[in-house]
């Protein structure tokens, strides 16, 4: 899971690194901050808040993943920022080549912590949850949530950029890729509740791993 959620860092690093607009969410968070007046963080923690709302209104389970994801996600990128070491790319080949290696990184992240079957993040949920309820692939049903969130930030006074479009486009197949070549079914994966990790780590016989 921790592996996972590092490897999709540096993945969103890699997206603010190839400086061809901001990604999906991040044109959400900005449109809402310029809208409202908060800040970006806030508006990223509020649009989380309002996500795990709505995934707990689907009775999906949350888990300890689903914590360590709005937590650790944030960590870790402050954290690779403040090392700069990733350049910011100035061409296009440069450019479009760090944006496609961060859309699989992102993608074998989501792939590792959402396999650990600690619960996906609120974001991730969500993308599980239209799967499932649709029975549409994965990588479209990633893409339609992207799509959405991009024109409702935009219409909100969002940073759109080439590379938010690219992004958008490509990130459905970069997951619709990863998880074949790793024969993953995001679908049938059985999450663990925080409650039923917490029992299993303290041996608490009353839990009941699902």
């Known amino acids: 899971m921790i592996f996972g959620l590092i490897l999709f860092s540096f993945g969103l690093i890699f997206v603010i690194r190839a400086n061809l607009g901001a990604a999906p969410w991040d044109v ?3 449109g809402i901050a310029g809208t409202t007046g908060m800040s970006i963080g806030t508006a990223s923690i509020a649009i989380g808040i309002v ?3 709505i995934i707990k209104l689907w009775d999906h389970k949350l888990g300890l993943g689903t914590i360590a994801n709005i937590l650790l996600i944030g960590i870790f990128i402050d954290v690779i920022l403040k090392a700069d070491f990733i350049p910011k790319m100035n061409n296009i080949a440069g450019a479009l080549t760090m944006l496609v290696a961060g859309c699989f990184a992102i993608s074998t992240g989501s792939y590792f ?3 650990s079957a600690f619960g996906a993040g609120p974001r991730d ?5 239209l799967a499932q309820k649709t ?3 994965v990588g479209i049903c990633r893409g339609t949530i992207e799509l959405f969130v991009t024109i409702t930030g935009w219409l909100l006074g969002g940073m759109v ?3 938010t479009v690219i992004y958008v486009i490509g990130i459905s197949f970069c997951i619709q890729i990863t998880f074949r070549l790793f024969k993953f079914d995001v679908t049938v994966v059985k999450h663990e ?3 039923d990790t917490l ?3 303290t041996g608490n016989s009353g839990g009941k791993l699902q």
């Open 113 to 115: 912590y959402i396999k």
């Open 193 to 195: 509740s925080l409650g």
């Open 51 to 53: 996500i795990l709302i």
């Open 135 to 137: 029975k549409f692939p």
């Open 161 to 163: 950029g080439f590379g």
């Open 28 to 30: 959400l968070h900005t």
């Open 125 to 129: 949920s969500l993308m599980v949850l």
């Open 199 to 201: 029992a299993a780590l």
